[in-house]
């Protein structure tokens, strides 16, 4: 199987910064694209940002210029830096990544266990 653990979120006050980091473990033969999504109270988990293997990134127009997602494929891990935090940005963020795992061989998404950003006005 494989697992993606979260850490990074927290509670921080508007205008601060926050980094998010997601590690994947387990058989994992390749990693595709990487990303993170949100979650905020009564709203559907929307898009933050994405990158693939390659390091071709994708942004949410609301967070442009403000976050910037990074991995490093050595670690499997993907990060998100988060700078000029507004309130609007509370939420749970997600880890989700495309993966060839397993003795099968076989393409699967994952996803992480979510961590809480919390910004305070």
């Known amino acids: 199987q494989v697992q993606l653990v979260e850490s990074g979120g927290g509670l921080v006050q508007a205008g601060g910064s926050l980094r998010l980091s997601c590690a994947a473990s387990?058989?994992?033969?390749?990693?595709?694209?990487m990303g993170w999504y949100r979650q905020a109270p009564g709203k559907q988990r929307e898009l933050v940002a994405t990158?693939?293997?390659?390091?071709?990134?994708n942004s949410a127009d609301s967070v442009k210029g403000r976050f910037t997602i990074s991995r490093d494929n050595a670690k499997n891990t993907v990060y998100l830096q988060m700078n000029s935090l507004n309130p609007e940005d509370t939420a749970v963020y997600y880890c989700?990544?495309?993966?060839?795992w397993g003795v099968g061989v076989r393409w699967g998404d994952f996803w992480g266990q979510g961590t809480q950003v919390t910004v305070s006005s």
């Open positions: 989700n990544a495309n993966i060839i």
């Open positions: 387990g058989i994992i033969y390749k990693i595709n694209t």
């Open positions: 990158i693939t293997s390659g390091g071709t990134s």
